[in-house]
Each structure stands twice: as structure tokens, then as C-alpha cells.
């Protein structure tokens, strides 16, 4: 089974800290995404990464930042963390098919998420 | 704009079917994706279809129609553990997906 690990499942900062959010996954996945869910709102995607060093922005980038240094490791990072950052982030992996270039039709497994609150 | 509707919240009864309704607009289609969730757990997979018509998995159906912009999820011989929520994914044409809000499903006994 596909193992999706983030480092914290609730995390309490301050405004203007410097968070960073791991995620790592044992399946030698190629792409890897950073969601965050909130009430009502479907998830929404903001970076993906196909490769080693490798991002792309998603729908809402602003004030987030990515790096991924191996494969198999994922790290969300909030610049300079405002009460509006407050929300379930939840990181994926999934397989490339090989028939959609880079992004592919296999499913996405995600880790249990990341509660962060932000004071 | 892309968009992807499905019922905020449904109520069934242990031992019935229910059948959750996705509707969708985006540009392209590559397939649609169904994904469970527990309260405080993370999204499993649950089903995939690109091609018309209807899945079955057990007690859990998907169907789809391309010309329509639809897809459902039947739940059959419902369980109480069936509580959660049920989010509708579509692929867009460049791959990327684009999420419901998800349908919260209680199941009373």
C-alpha cells in the first residue's frame, strides 16, 4: 500500500512565523501535490511538483512556496503565515501513466493532513 | 469558468441505497475521479471513469455520461461505516483536477 506521511497533524503558529509543512511517500511516485481543504470549498491546489526540483504553481500560490529536493519528499512552506492560512493541508502522490505527459489519470493518495492554525 | 456541483449533504438509512449526483463544466474531460472521506482522515479512492457508462465495485457503482456532464455514486446495502464525505474529481484537459466541495453522507439506523 502507498504510504503518504506528513510531519504534523496539527500544528498551532503565529502571525508572521515561518512554517513549513513535510510530507514524504514510499512509492517512488513522480508527481506530488499540496491541497488545502476548507468548509465548503472543494480542495484547492496550491503547488505541484512532476520531478526533483521541479514546481509548478496551482490555483492559489500566493504566499506559499514549495521545494523538492528528493523524490519522495515534499515541503510546503508559509513564507510569512496569516490568520487566513489557517486550514486542512493535505499532500498527495500519484504515479504518471505515461499516457498524459507529465500529469496522469492514476488516482492521487493522500496523507492524513495537517490541521495548522494560525494566531 | 470550471465547476463541479454536487449536493452539499444527504441522509439515508442503514441497509438502503443512495445514489450522490455529480455534475460538471470544465475544459476537457479526461476522466472523473470518486474519493471517500472520513471526518479527520485523509481522501481513498474510491473510483475512476472515462469512458460512458456504469462501474461496479462491490457495493459501490459509479456511472458516467460524457454528453451530459454527469456521474453519480451508488452506495447499495448501506453501512453505517458508509458515513462520510464523497468528493467528485474531474480531469480537465491539461491534466489538472478540479475538485467538488464534497457531499457529506450520514447514515442513520
Known amino acids: 500500500d502507498v504510504k503518504v506521511t506528513q510531519s504534523s497533524r496539527y500544528l498551532v503558529k503565529r502571525t508572521g512565523e515561518k512554517v513549513f509543512l513535510e510530507c514524504v511517500q514510499d512509492?517512488?511516485?513522480?508527481?506530488m501535490f499540496w491541497y488545502r481543504q476548507d468548509p465548503g470549498l472543494g480542495l484547492r491546489l496550491i503547488y505541484f511538483s512532476y520531478d526533483v526540483k521541479m514546481k509548478e504553481k496551482g490555483d492559489i500560490p500566493e504566499g506559499y512556496s514549495v521545494s523538492r529536493e528528493k523524490k519522495e519528499r515534499f515541503s510546503l512552506i508559509l513564507e510569512s503565515a496569516s490568520t487566513n492560512q489557517t486550514s486542512m493541508y493535505l499532500c498527495?502522490?500519484?504515479?504518471?501513466?505515461?499516457?498524459?505527459?507529465?500529469?496522469?489519470?492514476?488516482?492521487?493518495?493522500f496523507g492524513d493532513g495537517t490541521r495548522l492554525s494560525i494566531l | 469558468g470550471q465547476n463541479i456541483d454536487q449536493p452539499t449533504e444527504m441522509t439515508a438509512t442503514e441497509g438502503a441505497i443512495v445514489q450522490i449526483n455529480c455534475t460538471y463544466q470544465t475544459s476537457g474531460f479526461n476522466g472523473l475521479f470518486w474519493y471517500q472521506q472520513h471526518a479527520g482522515e485523509a481522501p481513498t479512492f474510491l473510483s475512476y471513469n472515462v469512458l460512458d457508462g456504469l462501474e461496479e465495485k462491490g457495493r459501490f457503482s459509479s456511472f458516467l455520461s460524457r454528453s451530459k456532464g454527469y456521474s453519480y455514486l451508488l452506495l447499495k446495502e448501506l453501512q453505517m461505516k458508509d458515513s462520510a464525505s464523497y468528493l467528485c474529481?474531474?480531469?480537465?484537459?491539461?491534466?489538472?483536477?478540479?475538485w467538488g466541495a464534497g457531499t457529506k453522507l450520514i447514515i442513520k439506523p
Open positions: 474529481a474531474v480531469l480537465d484537459s491539461n491534466y489538472q483536477l478540479i
Open positions: 512509492m517512488d511516485h513522480e508527481n
Open positions: 498527495a502522490s500519484s504515479l504518471v501513466s505515461g499516457t498524459g505527459g507529465d500529469f496522469s489519470n492514476q488516482p492521487q493518495h
